[in-house]
């Protein structure tokens, strides 16, 4: 994990540069060497037909001599300029030193040669480059043999000056480089600390906001960078909020569910401390208890819907064996239906009717469905729990001979706190709501039907195998 962006950067842009720089200049050396040498090549040439322009074999001998004495007075003329800096005449000596001429007669004397020239006998040098070596120094000479005035010019070159010459350049880049790098390291420690600046201040725009301030953090002048980053944020400021919101709902339709239980608890409570008839006192205490039951299935029921998120995508998701879980779900429920001596029939084909989805979000499901057609249907009645397998979907119904639900109240029956009027069974008008929200999640579909051969409720609840990976086609 990375410490600090900054010397990151600011270390390994460093390094790139800097290898970066080594490469090209090692490259430069490779592939610049043979240029640089046809460049000197080239130099040799100009200067020997630039000194064929002003010599001649007719020249009188006396001319020549006069030349040849200015030639070798070159160095010291060189002592009377003007230089700003000794090293400046250390070079132009060394340039001067560079490229040396003789001119020699057809008859092999030597009429002319530059003041450094290399004392080296006529040789049978043939027009163009040859490489020569004389007293252990390796020259590089170009011949001009000219016919017509009988006269031959070789311009030389000592290879180590040529060397060198290429030698200085590369070392003067080098030091160029190293020269320029601290203020790269500062340019680029400037430019990295202002790029991330932005970091910071959306750090500080997040440190002052107050607690309770949940909405989402302005994106407008926020880096390309950064907004995955400032997204994910606000993706996490919008669950808080919902999650405080359903918090809140939780404590207010807790406290509003609860006023009248509590109530009656009170009051009940109160009849049987002042009871002294023990039958009469037993019926207030079983009126508390009631009261004390209805409120722990409201703050059960109340629980369950705060946990579920809507539009929230299931966590976890693992295959459930709807027929596994709706026969549990029969035997818990098993003492409710004896009581009212109903029975409950499972009826489910022999196929594989598991899906992917939530497992305890399933249970719940089931038991708010068969706890309905159980408590809403008249005794020595039949409630069965349906399963029927298609090709990308399981159908799940709940099927009882209780009294239905008119057409009118299909819709609202989804609603929270709603109840049919004039149902004597208790409740707190949660169940079908936390059932639509659970079939939400599993982006399933829900129906309310009469059934066709007697009265009574049937709820089908359709369901893909794959919510990820619903029918193809649709
Ligand atoms: N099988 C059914 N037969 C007839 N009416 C039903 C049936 N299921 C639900 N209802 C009606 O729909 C209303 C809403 O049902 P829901 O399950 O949401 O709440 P509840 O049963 O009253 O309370 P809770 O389930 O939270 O304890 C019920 O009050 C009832 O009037
Ligand atoms: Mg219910």
Redesign the pocket.
């Known amino acids: 994990m990375i410490r600090s962006i900054r010397t990151f950067l600011l270390f390994n842009l460093f390094l790139s540069v800097t290898l970066v720089s080594l490469l090209t200049i090692i490259g430069n050396l490779f592939l610049e060497h043979r240029n640089f040498q046809t460049h000197l090549d080239s130099q040799l040439t100009l200067a020997a037909y630039t000194i064929r322009a002003f010599i001649s074999s007719d020249m009188p001998a006396q001319q020549v001599k006069k030349i040849q004495k200015r030639m070798n007075h070159i160095p010291e003329y060189m002592h009377t300029l003007n230089f700003k800096y000794d090293e400046e005449i250390d070079d132009l000596n060394l340039l001067l030193k560079s490229i040396q001429f003789q001119i020699w007669s057809h008859d092999g004397k030597l009429i002319l040669h530059s003041f450094a020239a290399p004392q080296l006998e006529s040789q049978d040098m043939s027009n163009g480059f040859h490489n020569i070596v004389f007293q252990e120094h390796t020259w590089r000479a170009f011949a001009l043999n000219l016919t017509d005035s009988q006269i031959k010019i070789v311009v030389f070159q000592r290879d180590h000056l040529r060397a060198e010459l290429e030698r200085q350049i590369t070392e003067d880049s080098i030091a160029i480089m190293m020269v320029t790098y601290p203020f790269l390291a500062l340019l680029i420690w400037i430019i990295v600390g202002r790029g991330l600046a932005s970091i910071t201040s959306t750090a500080e725009a997040i440190k002052r906001r107050a607690p309770n301030k949940l909405n989402n953090i302005e994106t407008q002048d926020t880096p390309q960078e950064l907004l995955p980053l400032i997204e994910a944020l606000n993706a996490l400021f919008n669950r808080l909020s919902e999650a405080f919101a359903r918090e809140k709902r939780f404590a207010s339709n807790a406290a509003h569910e609860l006023r009248t239980p509590l109530a009656v608890l009170s009051t009940q409570t109160q009849v049987a401390m002042e009871s002294k008839d023990v039958t009469h006192m037993r019926a207030a205490l079983k009126k508390v208890l009631k009261s004390i039951n209805r409120s722990t ?1 409201v703050v059960q ?1 109340l629980l369950t819907l705060s946990r579920l998120v809507p539009d929230d995508s299931i966590n976890e998701p693992s295959r459930v064996n709807l027929k596994t879980i709706a026969s549990e779900m029969i035997i818990e429920l098993l003492p409710l239906a004896d009581k009212k001596n109903i029975s409950i029939a499972l009826v489910a084909p022999d196929s594989d009717t598991s899906i992917l989805g939530n497992k305890t979000a399933l249970l719940i499901l089931l038991r ?1 469905l068969i ?3 159980l ?3 008249p005794e020595n009645t039949e409630v069965s729990v349906k399963i029927e397998n298609f090709e990308y979907q399981i159908a799940l119904s ?1 099927i ?1 001979n ?4 008119s057409e009118e ?1 299909r819709q609202r ?2 609603e929270r706190f ?3 009027l004039g ?1 004597q ?11 639509k929200q659970i079939v939400d999640l599993h982006k399933g579909s829900i129906e309310l039907i009469t059934p066709k051969t007697h009265s ?2 049937e ?1 089908k609840i359709t369901l893909w195998k794959d919510f990820n990976q619903p029918d193809p086609l649709i």
């Open positions: 299935h029921q708010n706890d309905n057609a408590r809403y249907s709940v009882d209780g009294p239905g639900i109240f029956v989804f709603f109840r049919v149902t069974t208790e409740g707190s008008g949660l169940g079908l709501n936390i059932v009574g409720l709820i």
